[in-house]
């Protein structure tokens, strides 16, 4: 059995809308796209290509993969070290307006209920499913229990609203910390487990 591992750069006040570029999703208003590009250093850089690298797949909501799959194929030769393993492992969409086949390599569409079609392929055998991203798929995701391990990058910056992963809905989900780091930009990098903390 595998797991899911939500991997997001947060800001302090639970944002994850728009990290990394002006124009990558303008929806609500949300004015501050690209806020978290300047926290990254060495140390946050090196954990983000661990986890694409270990990663025996990707789940991605349809912004996220069309987003991914207008730019990765494409990368620079410097950036190949990640677009090689997000072009060729597979990746498994939620959308309700794709259809297979996917232009992206290795790119299929989830059929029939998203909530049914995860819990199947973490019944598989093989290294665990990465989310990136993905705001809606992972807020449906938390809501059924399906997320084994939260990997945050949280950087000392507050946005003021955007979209969160986190639903206002009274629900009390407690984590566990099962590693923790701070970085020289003074980020915490913090992945946490569903269960008492």
């Known amino acids: 059995m595998r797991k899911v591992i939500v991997n997001e750069f947060m800001s302090l006040d639970g944002v994850v809308q728009a990290p990394g570029a002006a124009d990558e999703d303008v929806s609500g208003g949300f004015a501050h796209g690209g806020w978290h590009l300047g926290y990254f250093d060495d140390l946050s850089q090196k954990r983000v290509l661990e986890s694409i690298v270990e990663a025996g797949g990707f789940l991605l909501g349809r912004r996220t993969y069309e987003i991914f799959a207008s730019y990765w194929p494409n990368a620079s030769e410097e950036e190949q070290v990640i677009a090689e393993p997000l072009n ?23 059929q029939g209920d998203v909530e049914e079609a995860v819990a199947t ?73 569903p269960g008492n903390s």
Request: charged share 25%; glycine share 10%; aromatic share 6%.
């Open 88 to 110: 060729t492992k597979p990746k498994y969409v939620a959308s309700t307006t794709l259809t297979d086949p996917l232009d992206w390599q290795n790119s299929t569409v989830l």
């Open 121 to 193: 392929l973490k019944r598989e055998d093989g290294d665990d499913l990465h989310v990136i991203g993905s705001t809606e798929l992972v807020q449906m995701l938390i809501e059924h229990g399906l997320v084994d391990e939260f990997r945050l990058m949280i950087d000392p910056v507050t946005l003021g609203g955007g979209k969160r992963i986190f639903h206002d809905d009274g629900a009390l989900r407690p984590l566990r910390l099962v590693d923790g780091e701070v970085t020289s930009t003074g980020a915490i990098l913090a992945t946490y487990a």
